[in-house]
């Protein structure tokens, strides 16, 4: 069974592929969906994959997500800018037609393939690696950049207001609605101290500064398929956010899920490698010959901003009572906040050198 409706393998049969189902198992990828890989027999061949359950506590309006991707994957299709990989990621449509499937419950379903011989990484092991995954993002900015911000929903409204998330946290610190705000006096206090940062991006935007793009605001390393064998970044996966956006966004975001040698649950060693930071302006910059000269100006500032971001969701989820993001365990958002919180106070370390190299680059 999917769990609450119909079974999995009626799910995958309202999707247009060719071979006989053979299996269905669950994988345990990201903080929101829930992710199923079918594989089929078509001959003496069996082809792979995925079926994702859209989270819509997280989404509201599915569908519209849903409308963006198959916008995106579209419109990359048919760029006619070049791209360094001839693989990529393909909707499969329903038997009806349609970019998804919805279950009479309300779910919504879709299907992609699996792209074969390619894995993600939850960190980065060279800056190499850190400047293939930053290729593959510019290259996506790179070839969106034509598509009018108006062409998509914003399927999760201000999900990158940073100063908004501020004042959500000053609220639910107030009302406290599981009695845990105490435990957080510290990381308050330091969050208090950086409400400057919160308005950073935001105010460019509203002054006109930064132009308002279709972005991917996913942008995390292990959302980029790598190449098992040659190591370069295949594709850019996960576009479930892919929405009218910022830059700096996205690619503070590979800062942020980067430059530290450790993942997101790891509190012990979390640092900025200055050879991880450069490779990742080298690489997007490289790809992405699109941006304004206030995008540039900002890259070495973008990862402190959405760094301080995350901490403030994950706290903000760990006082509301861990509703939106997966947890394991008590305390995991708490945990994860302070995680982001010390990355924050090695980026504010690291910031002159950062904007020093992306100085030369201009
Ligand atoms: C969520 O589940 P995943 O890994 O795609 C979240 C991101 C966070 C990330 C933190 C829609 O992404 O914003 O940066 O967790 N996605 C949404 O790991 O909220
Ligand atoms: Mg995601």
Known sequence: MSGKGISLESIAQEFRIQGELVSIEGIDTGLINSTYIASYQLGSEQKRYILQRI?????????????????????????????SSSRSLELFPTTGGLPYFKEQ???????????????????????EQAYQAAFAFGEFQNKLADLSAEDLTETIVDFHHTRKRFARLMELVAADPCGRAAEIT?????????????GRLIDLRDTG????????????FNNVMVDEQSGEA?????????????SL?????????????????????????????????????TACDCLHEAEVENLAYAGNVITLELAIRFL??????DLYFKTEREGQNLHRARVQLELVRQLEASEEEMAAYVRQWK
């Open 316 to 321: 903000s989820d760990y006082l509301e009572g």
């Open 249 to 285: 966004y996205d690619f503070g975001d590979l800062v942020r899920t980067s430059v530290s040698p450790y993942s997101e649950e790891d509190i012990e060693g979390v640092s900025v490698r200055m050879p991880v930071f450069k490779a990742l302006v080298d690489g997007y910059l």
């Open 234 to 246: 295949v594709c850019v996966i996960d576009l479930d956010t892919v929405m009218p956006g910022l």
């Open 209 to 220: 500064a930064l132009p308002v793009r279709i972005t991917h605001n996913d942008t995390k």
């Open 55 to 83: 989270n819509s506590h997280v989404f509201p309006d599915p569908i519209a997500v849903m409308e963006n991707v198959a916008k995106v994957i579209g419109h990359l299709k048919a760029s006619t800018k070049s791209s």
């Open 105 to 127: 419950d309300g779910s919504v379903w879709r299907c992609y393939n699996f792209i074969e011989g390619c894995c993600t990484y939850d960190t980065v092991e060279s800056p």
């Open 186 to 198: 510290a990381e308050l206090a330091f969050i208090k101290d950086r409400e400057s940062v919160v």
